[in-house]
């Protein structure tokens, strides 16, 4: 926790410690964390230069922890000062970069990515880096990170960003992919599903794009990426995005708008969103992780409630009664 201070977790661990004792040497803190005591005295030193513990008057060999709300404050305030500093020289290299935007040739609004490593550390850049809005179109194969994996995007939505996504359908049959879109949407990422997309692309704030590139028969030395900058070309790709988007479908409602129906519960959205994508009752009932008899009893409860006889004409009723 203390670490965006500065300190080594044997520094916290040690300093912890030592607020929590009246005084203690070197042995004693040791004893309590089962740690060096080589490892310990070194680091009461390092405590003592930053100001955090201080030699007691009564037994110098023992260390007392200094009060928390000077010593951190203290190291709050240089970390605020920094970080402050840091804005200022961000904006003033932004100023910079956008200056200098106007005199790059074409070709310098696209950056080739190489490796898998390094499009995923812009993957996750750009999310990190959003202010406004992600809008990501996702094929069933994964060249980059897989979606339980991507932590950037939780904290992105948490702080406001609004997320617009567009699935390939076939990506819904990858087992548990289809509980981890059902667990997003709940907190309120915009979801829709596609019959195919043309590529994998990720826009962040519509002035930086994410393309991940990939041959047949490519190792994974062999993935890459293209970055586009604001341009023509941006525009272009974002033009692409809202036509995906009007030809998807919308899968998951908000959870307000599934309470505005008291005929339809999550499980029901669910199955729904996964007959539409076009699984088999088989493959659903593996996404639920429940039984076929269980998913195809649910599909008949639903096209008696939608008033149907077949599968399709309860896809079309869905639509129609907006429970998707």
């Known amino acids: 926790m203390l670490s965006v201070l500065g300190l080594t977790e044997l520094q916290e661990l040690v300093y912890r410690q030592l607020v929590a004792m009246p005084s203690a040497a070197a042995e004693d803190i040791a004893d309590e964390l089962n740690a060096g005591l080589g490892d310990v005295s070194l680091t009461l030193e390092s405590l003592e230069s930053l100001g955090l513990v201080a030699r007691s008057v009564a037994k110098h060999d023992h260390f007392i922890a200094s009060p ?36 790059r040739v074409s070709l310098d609004v696209i950056d080739v990515v190489r490796g898998p490593q ?8 750009l999310q990190r880096g959003a202010k406004q ?44 992919f289809a509980q981890q879109v059902a667990t997003t949407a709940a907190t309120g990422e915009e979801i829709r599903v596609t019959d195919a997309l043309p590529l994998r692309m990720l826009i962040a704030d519509q002035e930086l794009a994410l393309l991940p590139l990939s041959s047949e028969g490519a190792t994974s030395n062999e993935v890459g990426a293209l970055l586009l900058r604001r341009s023509g070309l941006l525009d272009a790709m974002c033009a692409l995005f809202e036509l995906c988007w009007q030809r998807a479908q919308t899968t998951y409602l908000p959870a307000e708008r599934v309470a505005e129906r008291p005929e339809l519960d999550g499980a029901d959205q669910h199955l729904l969103v996964l007959l539409r994508a076009g699984l088999t009752d088989k493959a659903i009932a593996g996404q639920l992780g429940t039984s076929l008899r269980t998913v195809q009893r649910r599909l008949q409860l639903l096209m008696t409630k939608a008033e149907v006889a077949t599968r399709f004409q309860l896809g079309v009723a869905a639509a129609s009664k907006e429970w998707l």
Do not use: C
């Not at 390094?118 to 850049?125: E, N, P, R």
């Open 118 to 125: 390094a499009v995923a550390q812009h993957f996750a850049q």
């Open 133 to 176: 809005s992600v809008w990501a179109m996702v094929k069933p194969d994964v060249l980059v990170m897989d979606s339980a994996e991507n932590v950037d995007e939780a904290a992105a939505i948490a702080r406001g960003v609004n997320y617009r996504v567009i699935i390939e359908s076939q990506a819904l049959n990858k087992p548990g």
């Open 68 to 103: 928390p709300e000077l010593a951190l404050g203290s190291l709050i305030v240089e970390r605020q000062q920094d970080i402050r500093q840091a804005e200022l020289e961000l904006h003033a290299l932004t100023d910079l970069f956008h200056k200098s935007a106007a005199g």
